[in-house]
């Protein structure tokens, strides 16, 4: 009974540890719980990488169209600065202040 009883002890003491190693596996600092969020981050940081490469490149043409076309530069000239050529006819919209009676 003494050599059962010691083997019952050790089985225990091993099954013990074995679940210590497991728990310090999946919930530690560098276990596989924290592993799973550094992934799942990286990939997100890899989606925002594309789109700011997407939207370097939109500006590099952009640049490239302005150093180059003359209509680019007219054209941001006009929406942006509201710039207008020569010869152009301007329309000012003016809005009145004059209250509607509610529809019924």
């Given at each position: 009974m ?12 091993s ?7 497991i ?23 890899k989606?925002?990488?594309e789109?700011l ?10 640049i ?33 202040q ?6 019924k």
């Open positions: 003494n050599i059962n009883s010691n083997y019952q002890k050790t089985i225990l003491l099954l013990g540890f074995f679940m210590l190693l728990i310090m596996a999946v919930f530690h600092e560098n276990g596989i719980l924290n592993a799973y969020r550094f992934e799942q981050e990286q990939v997100k940081m989606e925002g990488n789109g490469k997407q939207q370097n490149d939109l500006l590099r043409q952009e490239t169209a302005l150093k180059s076309d003359p209509y680019a530069i007219e054209k941001i000239a006009r929406e942006k600065l509201n710039l207008a050529k020569t010869g152009d006819l301007i329309y000012r919209i003016v809005s009145t004059s209250k509607l009676p509610p529809i």
